[in-house]
């Protein structure tokens, strides 16, 4: 049973920062891509970043590039996701996604094992 488990969220103030972090469970983590999504009130949840099983590749949303980076060390079976620079418009549930083949993709159907997410608010 794969798990993952976010944490790292809270409340920012605009132009700040925060890291996040998933810890993974129950099958070898450094075979799989990894990837964050968020999904902000009335909204459908939308891609972020996401890494190769090495971390040797990585995608980004338009709206974070430059401001998030997505990270991973697979000796503790964790990836992060670094965001600076922060704002209103990043006010969401983050979730913490993982697929069954190496290579990152950026729509979250394919994705098969989700985290329960972590709440970061932005105040302006």
């Known amino acids: 049973q794969v798990q993952l488990v976010e944490s790292g969220g809270g409340l920012v103030q605009a132009g700040g920062s925060l890291r996040l972090s998933c810890a993974a469970s129950g099958r070898t983590f450094s075979s799989y891509a990894m990837a964050w999504f968020r999904q902000a009130p009335g909204k459908e949840r939308e891609f972020v970043a996401a890494a190769s099983w090495s971390g040797g590749t990585t995608y980004y949303a338009d709206s974070v590039k430059g401001r998030f980076t997505i990270s991973r060390d697979n000796d503790r079976n964790t990836v992060y996701l670094q965001m600076n620079s922060l704002s209103s418009e990043d006010t969401a549930v983050y979730y913490c996604?993982?697929?069954?083949?190496?290579?990152?993709?950026?729509?979250?159907?394919?994705?098969?094992?989700w985290g329960q997410g972590t709440q970061v608010t932005v105040s302006s």
């Open positions: 996604a993982t697929r069954g083949g190496p290579q990152p993709r950026t729509h979250p159907d394919d994705y098969n094992y």
